[in-house]
T-cell receptor, first 112, second 115 residues
Framework: QQKVQQSPESLSVPEGGMASLNCTSS?????YFWWYRQHSGEGPKALM?????GDKKEGRFTAHLNKASLHVSLHIRDSQPSDSALYFC????????????FGDGTVLTVKP | NAGVIQTPRHKVTGKGQEATLWCEPI?????VFWYRQTIVQGLEFLTY????????DSGMPKERFSAQMPNQSHSTLKIQSTQPQDSAVYLC?????????????FGPGTRLTVL
């Protein structure tokens, strides 16, 4: 059973639009989450982490965490074609270790 | 800073042959992680090291797969008697600390194809 589920599997938004990606965990022991982005032919690159309930904003990216429902989301405003990539949600059990469990990813396409 | 270096970028082996994949982490990083990425299974954790010591190999197939970190500048993932189902992109990542808040920096991966 996949412990970190992402939705949707794929998403298409127009340039300048808002993209919203979701992540839910079935494991209540997860304490923190990361969002990573992977462009074709490259390794994943970290976008941001979130450890506390509420919103965290970094530039055009905003993450939201609800620990009670184990739901985390990523919102990208003013989406650019360069944002087209595979986005992963990753979760960790314990802040004393960097070991992460990744979701299956969401493919985002931003159309000019 | 060249980032995490993985060699080779592509490797093709015949069924039953051995494959050794190399990773050079970012200098000064204490944690090194290995992942496997396939279309079907996604991005799976394999194993990781902290200060060169193996910490968690819970994702490693128990037979044929082994990982080592003989010094702080490189780690290897060895697959013996490769099988077609081992075909995947193998990713190495390093982080400054083995902590949840420490970003993992990924290499470009090694694409292994087993014929």
């Amino acid at each position: 059973q996949q412990k970190v589920q992402q939705s949707p599997e794929s998403l298409s938004v127009p340039e300048g639009g808002m993209a919203s990606l979701n992540c839910t965990s079935s494991d209540r022991n997860f304490q923190y989450f990361w969002w990573y982005r992977q462009h074709s032919g490259e390794g994943p690159k970290a976008l941001m982490s979130i450890f506390s309930d509420g919103d965290k904003k970094e530039g055009r990216f905003t993450a939201h965490l609800n620990k009670a429902s184990l739901h985390v989301s990523l919102h990208i405003r003013d989406s650019q074609p360069s944002d087209s990539a595979l986005y992963f949600c990753a979760a960790g059990h314990n802040t004393n270790t960097g070991k992460l469990t990744f979701g299956d990813g969401t493919v985002l396409t931003v159309k000019p | 800073n060249a980032g995490v270096i993985q060699t080779p970028r592509h490797k093709v082996t015949g069924k039953g042959q051995e494959a050794t994949l190399w990773c050079e982490p970012i200098s000064g990083h204490s944690a090194v992680f290995w992942y496997r990425q396939t279309i079907v299974q996604g991005l799976e954790f394999l194993t990781y090291f902290r200060n060169q010591a193996p910490i968690d190999d819970s994702g490693m197939p128990k037979e044929r797969f082994s990982a080592q970190m003989p010094n702080q500048s490189h780690s290897t993932l060895k697959i013996q008697s490769t099988q077609p189902q081992d075909s995947a992109v193998y990713l190495c990542a390093s982080s400054l600390l083995d902590r949840g808040e420490a970003e993992q920096f990924f290499g470009p991966g090694t694409r292994l194809t087993v014929l």
